[in-house]
């Protein structure tokens, strides 16, 4: 999967506005999928909510009173046309769904109460400020455990049969619009969650007969039993990525690798990480340098952006890219907003490169490939990737912003699976030929051999037969 994360406000369209050619642009891009941020209605009171905060705040739309498509994007009607027009030209299309609360104001509460999770002082410990004042009762704001409750939401209560019973049927419905949808905090709704933060004081028996086993599976199962090939992705932190995973998600965030290669890791810290982190998990994993609640990659990276880039998209796994990234815009946006302060110019530098990396590795080769790790040389990681008799080798010094000629690099022929012959390489970045120095086991690169290093921190070529 090559997806492309739209923020859909900010684009500025209607849905019948965003023609075919501009759909086509993505697919020619390499993206095979498109993530339509910020779809669903804002509700009064969220809107009214955000714009306590700034006065050109629209309001979250991570806070959705009920699954209907915006009208200021066009309603269903059009967003069902324009995901008619992406299938056409190759996209498949993406959605948020956000199973751990709604908006404050939602219906639902009115209709049932009870689904949602109520002030009680004898069930948890309580912080006054998690909770509201409604005509139902005093309702909890959804809420991450670590972080204040959002104040434009209400919690849902997973423990309630109905309720898990309800959402079930909201994710069917949703997986008659798009081919998949992104699933926000989808950790905060495991049941050990629920209980640990929501019924810490309740009997673990009478917890258990309530919320007997996991949501997720059985939400999953229910909708690919009517799409087959309907795709889950969540959004999850905690170390809770490979158990959801287990539980039948297709893709998980992989924020563990991001902060790596955000916070200048130190020597051997993703020599640790990739010795430690299997394969098939890799695979399964989403790999960016942004999105909407991150920093600006351009911001946090700098000039190790492209370094960035050739390792998390060249390796096994998602390929993600938000609005905006490719053209090096530094304002992040908060989700209420839906218009930028100020307006930047592209970096189009940068956007060539991306354009390159995209080329690359929508190839099988990096798709499919097996996943070799080659360790750390010279303050660059390596790694290989290999389909059947192709091999292409990565390189990327993540510490620092490029500089100077590539370093020499000495690999084991044999760990690549080359059994003699002479041995021939390509910058896939510059198309040009590597000398390579091959002499028994060892092929060698020597210092300043790749020519797009100096330019992008790191580089990607591909080995054949000579």
């Not at 455990?145 to 069917?172: C, K, N, S």
């Not at 287990?246 to 010795?275: M, N, V």
């Not at 490029?402 to 041995?423: D, H, N, T």
Request: glycine share 8%; aromatic share 12%.
């Amino acid at each position: 999967m090559i997806l492309f994360e739209l923020n859909t406000r900010v684009h500025g369209k209607q849905f019948d506005q965003i023609d075919e050619t501009e759909l086509r642009g993505l697919a020619d891009l390499g993206f095979d999928w498109i993530w339509t941020m910020g779809i669903w209605r804002i509700s009064p009171a969220v809107l009214e909510i955000s714009k306590r905060f700034a006065h050109d705040f629209e309001g979250s739309p991570y806070a959705i009173a009920d699954y209907e498509v915006s009208p200021e994007l066009g309603g269903e009607a059009a967003f069902r046309r324009f995901v008619e027009r992406a299938h056409r030209v190759g996209l498949r299309v993406m959605a948020d769904f956000v199973p751990n609360h709604i908006a404050l104001d939602s219906p639902l509460i009115d209709a049932h109460p009870e689904w949602i999770i109520h002030s009680n002082p004898r069930h948890r410990i309580e912080d006054p400020r998690d909770f509201y004042d409604h005509p139902k009762g005093r309702l909890a704001h959804g809420k991450d455990p670590y972080f204040p409750g959002w104040i434009d939401t209400a919690q849902l209560d997973y423990a309630h049969p109905e309720l898990r019973a309800h959402m079930v049927q909201v994710l069917r419905r949703l997986g008659g619009m798009v081919d998949g949808l992104r699933c926000d905090m989808a950790m905060l709704i495991l049941r050990d969650q629920v209980k640990s933060q929501w019924w810490p004081r309740v009997a673990s028996e009478l917890f258990n007969q309530h919320f007997p086993g996991e949501f997720w599976p059985i939400a999953i199962e229910t909708v690919r039993a009517e799409r087959p090939d309907f795709v889950f992705m969540a959004e999850v932190y905690w170390d809770k990525e490979s158990y959801l995973q287990q539980l039948g998600f297709d893709y998980t965030y992989d924020k563990k690798l991001y902060d790596l290669l955000a916070h200048h890791p130190a020597a051997g810290e993703l020599t640790r990480y990739f010795s430690s982190t299997p394969p098939a998990f890799l695979q399964r994993s989403v790999h960016f340098l942004e999105n909407h609640d991150e920093d600006r990659a351009a911001v946090r990276f700098g000039g190790r952006t492209r370094p960035a880039a050739i390792l998390s998209y060249a390796i096994p796994g998602v390929v993600f890219v938000h609005h905006g990234q490719m053209e090096g815009f530094h304002e992040k946006l908060p989700v209420q907003r839906v218009r930028p302060l100020r307006h930047e110019k592209p970096d189009t530098a940068l956007m060539a490169f991306y354009q390159k990396l995209l080329a690359r590795v929508r190839d099988p080769l990096f798709r499919d490939g097996e996943m070799l790790f080659l360790g750390e040389q010279h303050g660059s990681v390596l790694w290989a990737r290999r389909l059947g008799a192709r091999i292409a080798i990565g390189a990327a010094n993540v510490r620092h912003a490029p500089s100077g000629m590539s370093p020499a690099v000495e690999i084991s022929a044999s760990l690549l699976g080359i059994r003699g012959g002479s041995i021939r390489a390509k910058d896939l970045f510059a198309g040009e030929p590597v000398f390579l120095d091959v002499s028994g086991d060892r092929i060698l690169l020597a210092r300043g051999a790749v020519g797009s290093y100096s330019e992008n921190g790191g580089f990607l070529i591909e080995l054949s037969a000579g």
